[in-house]
């Protein structure tokens, strides 16, 4: 197995600040500070910049290993139909275990994702604790909280629609006996997201200025409460929060293959998206592996070559439809940006959404650092629009999302992907599940997307999901024993 990158230390822990992160000018870089001015937090938590640090400690652990590589890949891509494991048969086969659904609760990226999804919580949870009690400018406090809410539902949503009930834990543990809490239903879970973002949508500007692009919106806390509002089939909610987020501005960035390239971060169309930069002579700061673990691997392209597109995904696409090369590198291509891929390797696709240019790469640094990951854009709101639109027998306004997000991809061309003109509920549920699992390709959706719409065992069932079962995956093993039985396992494993 490869040997990683030296990964940030814990930013926010219960007791202490380590390795504080800030945003720094237009650019957004991080900057990592000394680990040896450590403050204790006994010592922290007392002025704005103290707060300052804090919420950007917690946006910069966003894009940490456990967050944005391996285990966010096993968890929330490798059960897809539309991906196989990649790079040679031997490197990380564990991952063939999440995509037969052989995975089971000792699995380490389990772990890993779900103690990178419970450290992210600490951190929204300290700053939510914490700061109140600081004397500062009271917008930028307010401000602050509702940002941390947001943060806080985002790392929810990732372990819920992963294991359904899991411990919800909204304030830092004071005694040894709040340590150890049981799983809570889902339904809570899912409850307790909605007011988060309900709160930090009222609060939350529509936009910031070039110093705080990259912080999270008012439009990134309604796009995601449509998205957890459509994984509980509240279509009315769905179209609530769709149609809001349709009136902020936010449109359809004109060239799809270059919407992901990291000349475009934050465009017209990206509502939220994980911040990732290449810090000069940091290294350490420049610690994302996003692009690094999906890249063209072999000594052209300096990837691992993980998380590739599968045969059935280049299958998928329309006749002409661009998103197919704009979605997928292929052995053999030369890329928008000259980039001469090998016509042979380990395999013969790669993503080409966390492709970053080879001309970028700087040696001493993780291939692609600079690549941020489009968490929430626009065209996944339409979608959500239309679908909610026609569960609700609006078929007109459905049709009218579904339209826009076909035409940008036709891109003037008449000949190819003609506008829907499906009335027929069914019929028309069936085009805008396709036209997501296409649009949102590769973007990590598509696993959870197929288990919400209840076709698990027809897309999955051919490589071993289970109904009953692989709706969700195991809790993490370690966790089971270090709850000394408090927590309980998934149904199946």
Known sequence: MKNRKKILQRALGISAIACIIMFQSCKKSFLNVNPAGNVASSQFWKTQSDATQAVSAMYANLHEWSNIAFASIAVESMGSDDVNKGSTAADAAFMNDFHNFSANSGEGQISDFWGGEYKTINFANQILDNVPAISMDASLKTRYL???????????FRLVRAFGDVPLRLHVPKSATEYNIPRTPKAQVWAAIETDLTDAAAVLPQTYSAVDVGHVTKGAALALHAKAAMYQAKWADVLTYTNQVMGLGYSLFANYEQMFRTNNKNNSESIFEIQCNLVPNNPDASNSQYSQVQGVDGSTGGGWGFNVPSASLAAAYEAGDPRRDATII???????????IPASGNSTMYNQKSYVPFSLYVSGFNEGCQQDKIALRYADVLLMNAEANNELGNITPALA????????????NAAILPAVTLTDKTALRTAIWNERHIELAMEFDRYFDVIRQGRGTAVFGSRGWTAGKNEVWPLPQNEIDLSAGTLTQNPGY
Request: charged fraction near 30%.
């Open 146 to 156: 509702a940002e941390a809410k947001f943060i806080r539902a985002w790392a929810y």
């Open 330 to 340: 292929f052995r053999g291509e030369t890329t928008p940006e000259g980039d001469v």
């Open 401 to 412: 999302s579904l339209e826009m997000v076909r035409a940008r991809a036709r891109a003037g």
